[in-house]
């Protein structure tokens, strides 16, 4: 019998106490409870579950990453893996505004809450360069796309030429047609057709056509 109850105890034990480090392993991060509180506030209409798994998400992710909101459309824009940490506030702000057509809220950059005013939505300055084609002005794009050779050398190429950008950071130079028209086309097609992007990235937008930047133009295929 005491046997029997020793038994019975043990067992009772074990099972509390993985219980406990089950409550222990799922409990949330001081990081998840502040962000989950920013954006019920920012988008109090996002499904709960929604926003839980964003949040999960976005803790799982690789460092030098941020999350930006667009207030107007309700919409989230994520990145992940950038060069570094100090650039990686502005490129998320880029490609959220390039994604959904309007300035964007920076909400947290790694582990670090922004903390800006009520409206805090950021018109960024390289999507409304107009001018000749200058590598210091790209937006969005990590420092391996700045590097390609086509893309060093796209100033002195031959023309015709043109360059594609999707808001996620790919970007696509074209020559070697006999006329605009049919560089842009090529351009803002591979665009489109690029392995591994995904409808939620968004269109495709012309950048460059020769050695003019018309990003503000916000052109797509059509």
């Not at 060069?83 to 959220?96: F, H, N, P, Q, Y």
């Not at 097609?189 to 968004?202: M, N, P």
């Not at 133009?217 to 059509?222: A, C, E, K």
Request: glycine share 6%.
């Amino acid at each position: 019998m005491k046997r029997l109850i020793a038994v019975l105890a043990t067992a009772l034990l074990s099972r509390y106490a993985f219980a406990g480090l089950a409550e222990t392993e799922h409990q949330a991060s001081d990081l998840s409870k502040a962000l989950n509180l920013v954006m019920s506030a920012v988008t109090p209409d996002l499904y709960f579950h929604t926003r839980e798994m964003m949040v999960e998400t976005y803790e799982k992710a690789a460092v030098n990453k941020a999350l930006a909101v667009n207030i107007k459309s309700a919409e989230y824009w994520q990145t992940t893996d950038q060069d570094s940490k100090a650039v990686t506030g502005d490129r998320t702000l880029e490609g959220c505004e390039l994604r959904f057509g309007s300035p964007c809220k920076l909400l947290v950059v790694n582990d670090d809450l922004i903390q800006s005013g009520p409206a805090g939505q950021t018109e960024m300055p390289r999507l409304k360069y107009s001018g000749g084609f200058d590598l210091e002005k790209l937006p969005i794009v990590k420092d391996d796309v700045r590097k390609r050779e086509d893309v060093r050398n796209y100033l002195t190429a031959a023309r015709p030429k043109a360059i594609a950008i999707n808001p996620a950071g790919q970007m696509f130079v074209v020559s070697g047609f006999s006329n605009d028209k049919e560089t842009i086309d090529a351009a803002l097609t591979r665009c489109d057709l690029a392995s591994g992007r995904k409808k939620a990235d968004g269109p495709c937008y012309l950048y460059a056509v020769n050695n003019d930047v018309v990003i503000a133009r916000r052109q797509t295929y059509h």
